[in-house]
């Protein structure tokens, strides 16, 4: 492995269904600004994915890759899909040395809606390390395109994020020139407090329609604390805000299969299903939700409202 790539990697790491703002504020079911610290996924003995995450967080911090590659496995057995968790699993590998194991979460981050905007530049230094530039000028390619894209729908932050890591990969396939100071390209792991904080802004972000940017703050709540049924249902709520259905669905889809008892996730997805026109869908979130509150809760009678009012 390259000097210039364990710097990078160790320094990276139809319907308007809206909730009115004060059911946003547990989430539809959680506690937005206090979120759970155990997954009901550790039950029954699994491991934890939140605490997993933690343990991979702090082993990369103290440049103990090995074992950090070990948690992220851990918890992306859990949440496959989930881009930070990704990322986070393809810089451990690379600070490893594992390049060619690196490749394919790094991947995966990029290729995810909304993934961290450092996936392209790592999974571009991953593919000069195995030697396939011509890959690594389509993750330039890649981080042009969303530079040129971050218009109405992208925040200052998002678009400064796409230019560092676009600088960067630029500088890394001319390698006459200086390389990229790492800490401003990369991700770098927040602290479990950083993103308690971010969850919790988000809430004021969200109940102010202001989805984009409460989608950039909830990345950094999920880079923080790992795979979240809390994060992932308000990360499907912005998308679906925004229009990014599938991401929506995504999201929706994730936080139910860390938590399948999620009273707001199940709630919100059957809205969705609203919107898709997928009705018998939308009714039989009603009928889980029936189950859940077997003495009745918001979560059950906002979906009964909304299954209602387009069924009229």
Request: net charge negative; aromatic share 6%.
């Amino acid at each position: 492995m390259s000097n210039s790539s364990k710097l990078f990697a160790a320094g990276a790491l139809l319907l308007c269904l809206v909730a009115a703002p004060g059911a946003l504020a547990d989430g539809g079911g959680g506690t937005m600004s206090t979120p759970r610290t155990e997954n009901p996924s550790a039950a029954g003995g699994r491991a934890d994915p939140a605490e997993a995450y933690r343990l991979g967080v702090a082993a990369m911090e103290a440049r103990n890759f090995g074992e950090a590659v070990r948690q992220f496995r851990v918890v992306q057995r859990a949440a496959p899909n989930d881009a930070n968790v990704n990322f986070a699993l393809g810089l451990a590998y690379m600070s490893n040395g594992d390049h060619d194991d690196a490749r394919r979460p790094l991947e995966r981050a990029a290729n995810a809606e909304n993934g961290p905007v450092g996936a392209h530049l790592q999974l571009g230094l991953v593919y000069l390390e195995l030697n396939d530039r011509e890959k690594a000028l389509e993750q330039q390619g890649e981080l042009q395109t969303m530079l040129n894209g971050c218009t109405s729908n992208c925040t200052d932050s998002r678009r400064a994020q796409i230019q560092a890591a676009y600088d960067a990969l630029t500088r890394a396939l001319n390698p006459e020139t200086p390389a990229a100071d790492p800490a401003t390209t990369g991700w770098n792991f927040p602290s479990e407090h950083e993103g308690r904080l971010a969850y919790a802004a988000a809430v004021g972000l969200i109940n102010t329609e202001r989805y984009a940017e409460a989608l950039d703050v909830l990345a950094r709540s999920a880079a923080a604390v790992g795979p979240h049924a809390d994060v992932l249902n308000y990360m499907g709520f912005a998308s679906r805000k925004l229009g990014r259905t599938d991401a929506a669905l995504g999201y929706y889809r994730e936080a139910l299969a860390l938590d399948p008892d999620h009273l707001g996730a199940n709630e919100y997805l059957g809205e969705l299903y609203i919107q898709m026109g997928r009705m018998d869908d939308a009714r039989r979130q009603l009928a889980r939700l029936d189950s859940l509150c077997a003495y009745g809760c918001a979560q059950r009678e906002e979906l009964a409202r909304w299954i209602e009012l387009a069924s009229n």
